[in-house]
């Protein structure tokens, strides 16, 4: 958008909800509740994955080969890897962002409740545009692991699917929040971030 946060009441906005980043948590936690087309996609992918990553486990259990420790390993590899890519996922929601026409970007780490932010200090954003900045980590990183899954050594498959896994389980946030604006798509929302205060806000568009 090519508003600016002050321009918004002359614009015909008005506060709907603030969002303190140490609230981020519950916040998600609500929205990820609402029945909406992306906490659909949301659970039905983790439930796809715990399902993959089942079979991978009881694959060849009759097999003379066959040692569940080596998969519990292999699978592990897949959670570290999950988390090594946390920095990776922030910084391509801010190339995303910069694609929209945000300047200032930055990140936000709160280690004691487990969330990572990346924000554009007083951009304005819209549904459409925050749907390519929420949704391009889990995208593009989904899509390599999926590359990657038939590409790799079979006794790798089942790291790859435990990163898929943890991965997109921790893109609740971006899913929590995607789900806030699918929710009130009917208030044209808009939100922007306020990294000094840490807060961010979402205002609806009036009728006229």
Known sequence: MQLKPDELIQNHYVLLDNLGH?????????????RTKY??????????????VGYLFLKGFNS???????????????????FALI??????????YKSQGAKNTSYDVHLKKLYF???ADKFVINKKEF????LAPFVSISTVLIILYFVVPSNWNITIMGVLLAHTAMCSGDFGLLSYFEFNKEKNVVSYDDVENKISYFYAKLDK
């Open 131 to 134: 749907e390519i900045v929420a």
């Open 64 to 82: 003379p080969e066959y040692k569940l420790g080596s998969r519990f390993t292999y699978f592990s590899y897949g959670l570290a890897i999950a």
């Open 22 to 34: 140490k609230e981020l948590v519950p916040f998600i936690r609500t929205y990820l509740k609402k």
């Open 87 to 96: 920095p990776l996922h922030e910084f391509i929601h801010v190339l995303a």
């Open 117 to 119: 932010m990346a924000l």
């Open 39 to 52: 906490t659909f996609i949301y659970y039905l992918s983790n439930l796809i994955l715990i399902f993959l």
